[in-house]
């Protein structure tokens, strides 16, 4: 079939580059109607890798008077969502129509390409839009380039409209104040979507305009979005509101993080989501968030009554892990109780984990602190008529006899060594 492609192609063509077509409109038609006349989609496809060749035959003139349209027509007429290899390749197809000065003519494809249900073929045109815009000059733009983003933002196809956010700032820092006034009104815009991935997007689209916009200008026209972000009544949307909180809060300074960051931070402890609450105790985890105490232990007494048991199981894990940041006298103080409780765990998954974490802690604070303050209660388990609890207490067993095991084993090694001394 490459054959039969190539056949084509040279049938149009006599000599050596040279057109012996006498009309503008037929020099690209052998080229079209062989793509069309294809017998199968993936020949079609196949037809696409001479895409260079062609337009070097044809000529830039011709190559955006013919080529480029039929591409759009190609795309929108035959639904050809599959085209990523296209839409790679215009991203570096505007020496192909005469250089950066005509690059425009090639956002009309690409906003087809953008609009693709498939996410591979649509991040691919994104890609080469982002390319395009950094080689074009500020005059082309704002006179192209940012009324392309308005139709997008505008446009009835929600792909479309979740592709826009991703071309925001690419362009922000290039144009005069006016249209850097139009983007963030179009992101605005956006964030009000009726769509949930819509809204995502541009949730995510604020910790690039961080990186460029003013901070007052932030601060008065992108925050209550931010803030909307957080109340959304999409999970994914709040997740991404949450991430959104925290990673700007390293960017912008301490009175903006205490009045605008921590609230939105503080609301998420009581929110519905299970996900929003994860992101918010892994967050406080790694120590890219400080909340009060008050505040922390009752995010992560969340975790510990969830009915959820893997959030009881992810509570476990990131209690011990505060314990380690924080210390002994912070787990006797506050996270005590709850350990307690995972102990008890009706589920054996979270009560194995909590053994685990028992034995990282006698690692920590010593075997003397586990025989003063766990170990009692444990001993009391095992004349409990609970299942749950007489289970909690075997396992704790199985957990002491191995810790002494070892300590019996370091205690033997440090004799046998000072013997030797």
């Not at 790679?88 to 250089?99: A, D, I, P, S, T």
Request: aromatic share 10%; charged share 20%.
């Amino acid at each position: 079939m490459a054959e039969r492609i190539e056949q084509g192609i040279s049938e149009t063509y006599r000599g050596d580059n040279h057109l012996e077509l006498h009309d503008d409109h037929l020099q690209s038609r052998s080229f079209i109607e062989t793509t069309v006349n294809c017998d199968r989609l993936v020949n079609r496809l196949e037809s696409m890798n001479f895409l260079r060749d062609v337009a070097l035959k044809l000529g830039v003139e011709n190559t955006r008077k013919h080529l480029v349209p039929y591409l759009t027509h190609l795309i929108i007429a035959e639904k050809l969502s599959e085209l990523k290899n296209l839409a790679e390749v215009l991203g570096e197809f505007e020496n192909y129509v005469g250089g950066p000065k005509y690059a425009h003519i090639l956002l009309l494809p690409l906003e087809e390409l953008a609009g693709a249900k498939v996410n591979d073929v649509r991040m691919a045109a994104i890609k080469s839009l982002q390319t395009l815009a950094d080689i074009m000059e500020v005059i082309d733009l704002e006179n192209f380039f940012i009324p392309f983003i308005a139709s997008l933002t505008m446009n009835d196809e929600s792909a479309k409209r979740m592709s826009v956010s991703h071309l925001f700032t690419t362009v922000y820092m290039r144009v005069s104040p006016k249209y850097q006034s139009d983007l963030i009104d179009y992101h605005c815009f956006l964030s009000l979507d009726s769509s949930p991935a819509v809204r995502q997007n541009a949730a995510n689209n604020l910790v690039d305009f961080s990186e460029v916009v003013h901070m007052s200008i932030f601060d008065s026209k992108l925050t209550p979005r931010l803030e909307q972000f957080s109340f959304d009544q999409n999970e994914h949307v709040r997740i991404l509101a949450l991430s959104t909180a925290i990673t700007i809060s390293k960017k912008f300074d301490v009175s903006y993080t205490k009045e605008i960051i921590l609230p939105i931070v503080l609301n998420s402890i009581n929110d519905p989501s299970c996900g929003v609450r994860s992101i918010l105790i892994k967050n406080i985890a790694k120590n890219l968030i400080e909340l009060p105490e008050d505040r922390l232990i009752c995010s992560l007494k969340a975790f510990i009554i969830n009915s959820s048991w893997k959030m009881r199981n992810t509570g476990a894990i990131y209690l011990y892990i505060l314990a380690i940041q924080k210390g002994l006298k912070f787990f006797e103080d506050y996270l005590e109780q709850s350990f307690l409780i995972l102990l008890t765990d009706p589920k054996s998954t979270v009560q194995q984990t909590a053994m685990d974490v028992f034995k990282q802690l006698v690692t920590e604070f010593g075997m003397d602190w586990a025989q003063t303050y766990i170990v009692p209660y444990l001993i009391k388990l095992s004349y409990s008529r609970n299942t749950y609890n007489k289970m909690a207490f075997l396992s704790f067993a199985k957990v002491c006899a191995i810790i002494m095991c070892i300590q019996f084993r370091i205690l033997n090694i440090n004799m046998k060594e000072n013997a030797v001394e």
